[in-house]
């Protein structure tokens, strides 16, 4: 038991209690700032994650004005067309040069005009 009185004796005679305190108060302040930005942060994931019901509404509303303007984009989809073939290189160096035919003779009846 002696030892240890000794041995807190000659660590209170080291430690600077005004700095300790000092900085134990810098670290009590430290802490609370990471609480509060740990709380901004959750309310921000919390809005991000919550934007799932702002797409559905949006995608309601999306659907209201078409349907007001008798569109859908389902029969829009629908008259795409597809692609057919192959993929492989002579249907498409055909196409392309069809393509590149037609610009041409685009091209040659506007140097007429």
Do not use: H, W, Y
Not at 90 to 104: P, T
């Amino acid at each position: 038991m002696k030892g240890v009185t000794k041995a807190m004796g000659a660590m209170n005679k080291q430690i600077n209690m005004p700095e300790m305190q000092k900085i134990m108060m810098q670290f009590e302040k430290e802490a609370d700032m990471m609480d509060m930005k740990e709380d901004m942060m959750n309310d921000v994931m919390d809005d991000v994650m919550g934007a799932e019901e702002d797409e559905e509404e949006s995608d309601m509303l999306v659907n209201q004005v078409l349907d007001e303007l008798g569109l859908s984009l389902g029969e829009e989809l629908g008259a795409v067309p597809l692609a057919t073939g192959s993929v492989g290189g002579k249907e498409k160096a055909s196409a392309k040069q069809n393509a590149d035919d037609e610009l041409q003779a685009r091209l040659d009846n506007l140097r007429r005009d």
